[in-house]
């Protein structure tokens, strides 16, 4: 099996590491002002100090939270051997204690992106070598990280602490309240307005190196999702085109499809994936473990029981066999699995299909820019991939947006996105479609439970995760979420 490594970005110096060795409230304790005088001189300090950027999101507490964050309260998975927090929030229920709405690797890669953006003008001041484009880039890059950071968190907890400067001194204030999610996505919008224009189209390195930095494509990509979920369609359209029109992106063949994108990973498809340089631990407690037989979860198959020739299906998205995920475990359409030592998928964050998902969806939606024929022609391209079938579908709004969210399930199965999907669709015109959601309940449910999870899924305000308790017992002026200060 490949191992990807991203070479210049993963080997962060050990003064790095202890620089931003933090413990406190949203990782936020103030760094020593020696250290950060002597660290921050030159370009490599600066580049280094963006790897650890990266390098903090490929951590288990990172990427394990993103995956179940956006797939346990949906429908996809069913519990095997799933532990106690796992099966809570696969039944929707959590409370502030659960160690999964532990939100502290976020706001540590928050804090990293804060402080490259408050010390790299000061390193470039002191490097002749260190050009002011370089300068920009690297600024940018960290831009779009802290974007998506908070991104995450806004879909998971609607109001968070925005905290936007780094803790080098003891000036910063460490008990920040809640912003609202208006306030949140502003400065997303804001911040990747402006890294669009000074991040690279790409690099020439390696194809690891390409997929594994942010882009221009990457920061379009997120804007996209930031647009798509703030009802900004037009933005949403405009945002996707671009990307489109670069001409840097395209869908693998129908037949490469397992291959490319999730075996060997750094496909012509991807445009964010995270690099690891160690076993991808995130997947492999998922969805193998020990063997596929022993994995915490279960697929559901019935979504492509009237699919037989997808290739999504068997042996793609899951092992009809072995009743196993096989997307993040599987090694080939023969059957073969990963061995235990052999999990070096990449994480994907966006690819090629989903934009042109997220485009007919705006498309659909759009009141000045609407275009249904135009969107079922982009949800055309990714089903024709995988069925080898044009897409039989009535050009009319309702069916159109149905036929969107159907294929996004196929096509982005657990990828940390059903959650998500379910959530912006019928959270539109004050929960008009709700129903989505409060299907959940009888396939989630049995005899026993059924009233008990019809209630957790019932609240639109239980969509959105609790605060964790030692956040709340650290600053007092953070404020739980609605539904879980009053249950």
Same mark, same amino acid.
């Given at each position: 099996?490949?191992? #990807?490594?991203?070479?210049?970005?993963?080997?962060?110096?050990?003064?790095?590491?202890?620089?931003?060795?933090?413990?406190?409230?949203?990782?936020?304790?103030?760094?020593?002002?020696?250290?950060?005088?002597?660290?921050?001189?030159?370009? $490599?300090?600066?580049?280094?100090?963006?790897?650890?950027?990266?390098?903090?999101?490929?951590?288990?507490?990172?990427?394990?939270?993103?995956?179940?964050?956006?797939?346990?309260?949906?429908?996809?998975?069913?519990?095997?051997?799933?532990?106690?927090?796992?099966?809570?929030?696969?039944?929707?229920?959590?409370?502030?204690?659960?160690?999964?709405?532990?939100?502290?690797?976020?706001?540590?890669?928050?804090?990293?992106?804060?402080?490259?953006?408050?010390?790299?003008?000061?390193?470039?001041?002191?490097?002749?070598?260190?050009?002011?484009?370089?300068?920009?880039?690297? %600024?940018?890059?960290?831009?779009?990280?802290?974007?998506?950071?908070?991104?995450?968190?806004? %879909?998971?907890? %609607?109001?968070?602490?925005?905290?936007?400067?780094?803790?080098?001194?003891?000036?910063?204030?460490?008990?920040?309240?809640?912003?609202?999610?208006?306030?949140?996505?502003?400065?997303?919008?804001?911040?990747?307005?402006?890294?669009?224009?000074?991040?690279?189209?790409?690099?020439?390195?390696?194809?690891?190196?390409? %997929?594994?930095?942010?882009?221009?494509?990457?920061?379009?990509?997120?804007?996209?999702?930031?647009?798509?979920?703030? $009802?900004?369609?037009?933005?949403?359209?405009?945002?996707?085109?671009?990307?489109?029109?670069?001409?840097?992106?395209?869908?693998?063949?129908?037949?490469?499809?397992?291959?490319?994108?999730?075996?060997?990973?750094?496909?012509?498809?991807?445009?964010?994936?995270?690099?690891?340089?160690?076993? *991808?631990?995130?997947?492999? *407690?998922?969805?193998?473990?020990?063997?596929?037989?022993?994995?915490?979860?279960?697929?559901?198959?019935?979504?492509?029981?009237?699919?037989?020739?997808?290739?999504?299906?068997?042996?793609?998205?899951?092992?009809?066999?072995?009743?196993?995920?096989?997307?993040?475990?599987?090694?080939?359409?023969?059957?073969?699995?990963?061995?235990?030592?052999?999990?070096?998928?990449?994480?994907?964050? /966006?690819?090629?299909?989903?934009?042109?998902?997220?485009?007919?969806?705006?498309?659909?939606?759009?009141?000045?820019?609407?275009?249904?024929?135009?969107?079922?022609?982009?949800? $055309?391209?990714?089903?024709?991939?995988?069925?080898?079938?044009?897409?039989?579908?009535?050009?009319?709004?309702?069916?159109?947006?149905?036929?969107?969210?159907?294929?996004?399930?196929?096509?982005?199965? /657990?990828?940390?996105?059903?959650?998500?999907?379910?959530?912006?669709?019928?959270?539109?015109?004050?929960?008009?479609?709700?129903?989505?959601?409060?299907?959940?309940?009888?396939?989630?449910?049995?005899?026993?439970? /059924?009233?008990?999870?019809?209630? #957790?899924?019932?609240?639109?305000?239980? #969509?959105?995760?609790?605060?964790?308790?030692?956040?709340?017992?650290?600053?007092?002026?953070?404020?739980?979420?609605?539904?879980?200060?009053?249950?």
């Amino acid at each position: 099996m490949k191992k #990807y490594i991203l070479n210049k970005l993963i080997i962060v110096p050990i003064v790095l590491v202890t620089l931003f060795s933090c413990s406190d409230y949203l990782e936020l304790e103030p760094q020593d002002s020696l250290i950060q005088q002597e660290f921050w001189q030159n370009k $490599e300090q600066v580049s280094a100090a963006v790897a650890g950027c990266y390098a903090s999101m490929n951590e288990s507490g990172f990427t394990d939270r993103v995956f179940k964050w956006g797939e346990l309260r949906a429908e996809m998975l069913l519990s095997l051997r799933a532990g106690n927090d796992d099966n809570n929030m696969l039944s929707n229920y959590m409370i502030p204690t659960s160690s999964l709405v532990n939100w502290s690797n976020f706001y540590k890669t928050i804090n990293y992106c804060n402080l490259v953006l408050e010390f790299a003008d000061g390193a470039q001041a002191n490097d002749l070598s260190f050009t002011e484009q370089e300068l920009a880039t690297f %600024k940018a890059e960290v831009l779009t990280i802290r974007s998506l950071v908070y991104f995450i968190l806004v %879909k998971n907890f %609607k109001e968070v602490p925005l905290v936007l400067t780094g803790t080098s001194t003891s000036q910063v204030d460490f008990y920040p309240p809640k912003s609202t999610e208006a306030e949140v996505l502003t400065q997303i919008i804001s911040d990747l307005q402006i890294a669009v224009d000074d991040l690279n189209l790409g690099y020439s390195e390696s194809a690891a190196y390409d %997929k594994g930095r942010m882009t221009k494509g990457a920061a379009l990509a997120i804007l996209a999702d930031v647009y798509l979920w703030n $009802e900004q369609y037009d933005e949403c359209i405009a945002a996707t085109q671009e990307i489109i029109d670069s001409g840097r992106y395209a869908l693998v063949d129908g037949s490469d499809w397992l291959n490319d994108i999730f075996v060997e990973g750094n496909s012509v498809e991807g445009i964010f994936e995270l690099q690891f340089s160690d076993l *991808n631990s995130t997947y492999q *407690n998922a969805f193998y473990v020990e063997s596929p037989l022993y994995a915490p979860y279960n697929p559901i198959r019935e979504l492509y029981e009237d699919y037989p020739d997808d290739i999504r299906a068997d042996l793609g998205t899951y092992d009809r066999e072995t009743n196993a995920i096989f997307k993040f475990s599987g090694v080939d359409v023969t059957g073969n699995y990963r061995g235990q030592q052999e999990f070096f998928n990449t994480f994907i964050f /966006y690819r090629y299909a989903e934009i042109l998902l997220m485009q007919a969806e705006a498309l659909t939606l759009s009141t000045t820019n609407k275009d249904l024929q135009r969107a079922a022609n982009l949800i $055309e391209l990714v089903h024709q991939r995988a069925t080898g079938a044009p897409l039989d579908v009535s050009l009319d709004e309702a069916t159109l947006l149905n036929t969107v969210l159907l294929e996004r399930q196929k096509e982005l199965a /657990y990828e940390s996105k059903r959650w998500y999907d379910l959530l912006r669709f019928a959270r539109r015109n004050n929960f008009q479609d709700q129903y989505l959601i409060l299907n959940l309940v009888d396939i989630k449910a049995g005899p026993d439970n /059924y009233e008990q999870l019809l209630s #957790y899924y019932s609240n639109s305000e239980a #969509y959105f995760l609790p605060i964790f308790q030692n956040e709340l017992n650290l600053n007092e002026n953070l404020v739980q979420n609605p539904y879980y200060d009053n249950n």
